[in-house]
């Protein structure tokens, strides 16, 4: 008995490793053999003894958070499951109230800077960057050209001067 119970197989049983053929075999020796039991018993006590030293205590405020959060999604599951309220509108027709109360508000966090757009508008803002830039193309060159027609004007003024003197 003190071969088996050395050999490991209690301590792979209670880190939850064994195969079902190993639980069936541990079963069936503890109920045989109480030494077998024991030694179990006294393993799970020393494994929590091990896991309560080792525990991390939580941040104070920590327990109120979650109760928060719990009753907070208490709440909201009441909300949802009220029955639906219909009023009757001016010409006779049911129609469903869908007032919310004020304080049915969802926080919104986004995990992402980027903005989501439609892709009709990918196609409208490639098409404005597209023409943008043919734009801004024509306007380096109309630019130039301004600037080659302006040199002209002067060497034509000073020949012209030339001339008359």
């Given at each position: 008995m003190k071969d088996y119970i050395?050999?490991?197989i209690l301590e792979v049983f209670v880190m939850g490793a064994a195969t079902e053929e190993e639980v069936r075999e541990l079963m069936y020796m503890k109920a045989k053999y109480p030494e077998v039991n024991e030694a179990l018993k006294q393993l799970e006590a020393d494994m929590e003894k091990v896991a309560m030293n080792m525990a991390i205590v939580p941040p104070?405020?920590?327990w109120d958070k979650i109760e928060d959060e719990i009753n907070d999604?208490?709440?909201r599951e009441e909300r949802l499951n009220k029955p639906v309220q219909f009023r009757t509108s001016d010409n006779?027709?049911?129609?469903?109230?869908k007032t919310a109360p004020a304080d049915q508000y969802i926080e919104v966090e986004g995990a992402s800077s980027h903005m989501r757009l439609h892709k009709s508008w990918r196609?409208?803002?490639?098409?404005i960057f597209v023409l943008g830039k043919i734009f801004l193309g024509f306007a380096i060159y109309f630019y130039l050209e301004n600037r080659q027609a302006q040199e002209q004007i002067k060497?034509?003024?000073?020949?012209?001067k030339e001339?008359?003197?």
């Open positions: 050395d050999s490991g104070p405020g920590t999604l208490i709440r006779g027709y049911n129609r469903q109230q196609y409208v803002f490639a098409a060497e034509l003024k000073s020949e012209v001339l008359r003197r």
